[in-house]
């Protein structure tokens, strides 16, 4: 009997199949994409898993159409090993990968049920195998199988922690290498992973007033496996989910000299039943599907009708349909304002008139700020070069200019000359005297390239000596004057 391929995304239940009860979380997704759950447990009666079932869905509320069902087993009935294979191992049979890792060639695999996943860790090909009980895994399937509903996954309830504690993340810390433990009423379970991906897990009961002893213990027991499953380092960080008011009564001191500086302690999810059961749900809504799965091979080719979401596409046609009638209407409404304006904007070249005035007036202010923009002076190149030539001792205390503006008195045109005022300083050598390279300084600046491209005289002006009231120095202050010549136009 195959597994149904009901891929609907808007809805699921997830279930973890304990021995003597039943955990369900009912997920369904609303219209504005907010996700609403419902918890629900039942008790296993006489082994009957096909009536305690029935209860579960009853109590969640599941009736009507069909529901994907994302299904996991507790992790204490799973084998799980990671370990580094050699080029094209990767092809080996499942059963040839889980003998090998057993190490023994009398174990029963065909009571086994096994899945293998390939993946790549430090550079180095890896393979992770789990396995559970043929029976087990049948008997839930068959069950499941019998109801109109249908099983979509059947996962390690191990791994659909790590799914859910991976989501709640940022992004730049889903990769790293961490141990994961995950906390429950009396058991711990702790994995190592990297991303999504376990590589190792191991579980323990929970030490009763001395959880944090139980918390370190099974920490370095796991990450000591690290070399054992093919990779290159151990976990830098430790993560701790659920029973958040353990912080309270634990040696927090002593734990965090015993485990690494940043280990975080989150509520969710923790080894709680309706947590696993979540963790289920939310998956196969995220659509995980590079993860282990028990009924893997069982799954039918996906049919059209449950792979396309029908009635959310239906929902965003009429919101695009209005839309697009909205749109028409604003363009009606423009386009009626575009011809009220063309009807009552005053007729230009179209009276009869000559626009050759109106041109000419145009190219003629075109003319005369290109002009402007050609014969305008660079300030900061030159200022440059000036700054450069400075002798030792000299330095500018203030920069002043003026820029060609015309201005029109009646009939004749003045121009004001392109002026360029430097203030500065010096100190005076040892005879008191104003020293040569400073006398020499407005030749210099006249000679320099962008100095006599637009400044026809160079001269010092305003010479004064000065006494630093600070220092005691004796020095002088100057003016370097450029201007250009000024003609008026007629």
């Not at 059961?277 to 998956?283: H, I, L, Q, S, Y």
């Not at 009606?332 to 575009?338: F, L």
């Not at 020293?435 to 006599?452: C, I, R």
């Amino acid at each position: 009997m195959n597994t149904a391929s009901d891929r609907s995304r808007s809805h699921v239940v997830g279930i973890l199949f304990g021995r003597q009860h039943l955990h369900g979380c009912h997920a369904s997704t609303t219209m504005f994409g907010a996700v609403r759950y419902e918890y629900a447990s039942v008790a296993v009666q006489s082994d009957d898993l096909g009536h305690s079932l029935a209860e579960l869905f009853d109590a969640l509320g599941v009736q009507g159409d069909p529901v994907p069902v994302a299904a996991a087993i507790p992790t204490s009935e799973c084998y799980f090993a990671t370990r580094p294979i050699n080029s094209g191992g990767g092809n080996a049979s499942p059963r040839t990968l889980l003998r090998e890792s057993l190490r023994s060639s009398t174990a029963k695999l065909d009571q086994l049920a096994i899945d293998v996943l390939n993946w790549q860790a430090h550079r180095r090909q890896l393979v992770s195998i789990v396995a559970a009980p043929l029976d087990r895994i049948e008997s839930i399937r068959e069950t499941i199988g019998n109801t109109k509903h249908s099983l979509q996954r059947l996962e390690p309830a191990a791994n659909a922690l790590i799914s859910a504690a991976v989501e709640n993340e940022r992004s730049e810390r889903r990769d790293r290498l961490v141990t994961r433990v995950f906390l429950g009423d009396t058991s711990l379970l702790a994995v190592m992973t990297k991303g999504t991906r376990a590589i190792h897990w191991q579980s323990m009961p929970l030490p009763q007033g001395d959880e944090a002893t139980g918390i370190v213990s099974i920490v370095r027991s796991v990450e000591a496996a690290y070399a054992a499953c093919g990779l290159e380092t151990s976990p830098d960080a430790v993560s701790i989910y659920g029973r958040r008011e353990l912080q309270s009564l634990i040696d927090r001191q002593w734990l965090s000299d015993n485990l690494p500086d940043d280990f975080r302690w989150l509520d969710a999810p923790s080894m709680k039943p309706d947590h696993i059961a979540r963790a289920c749900a939310d998956g196969f809504l995220a659509d995980e599907e590079d993860e282990f799965d028990f009924v893997r091979e069982y799954r039918e080719p996906l049919k059209l009708h449950r792979v396309v979401p029908y009635k959310e596409i239906a929902l965003y046609l009429v919101a695009a349909c209005a839309l697009a009638l909205v749109l028409v209407d604003r363009m009606k409404k423009t386009e009626s304002n575009h011809v009220a304006l063309v009807s009552s904007a005053p007729s230009m070249a179209t009276d009869g008139s000559n626009p050759r005035p109106e041109r000419d007036r145009l190219n003629a202010r075109a003319s005369a700020v290109s002009t402007f923009m050609d014969k305008r002076v660079r300030w900061s190149p030159m200022l440059g070069q000036i700054t450069s030539i400075l002798p030792d001792g000299t330095r500018l205390t203030g920069i002043r200019g003026s820029a060609t503006m015309s201005q029109k008195r009646k009939r004749a045109v003045k121009t004001a000359p392109t002026t360029l005022i430097l203030h500065a300083e010096c100190v005076l050598d040892e005879d008191g005297q104003l020293p040569a390279s400073v006398s020499k300084l407005t030749e210099t600046v006249g000679q320099l390239e962008t100095v006599a491209e637009h400044f026809q005289r160079v001269e010092l002006s305003d010479l004064r000596r000065t006494l630093s009231a600070e220092t005691g120095v004796a020095g002088a202050e100057f003016s370097i004057i450029l201007t250009t010549s000024s003609k008026a136009k007629g």
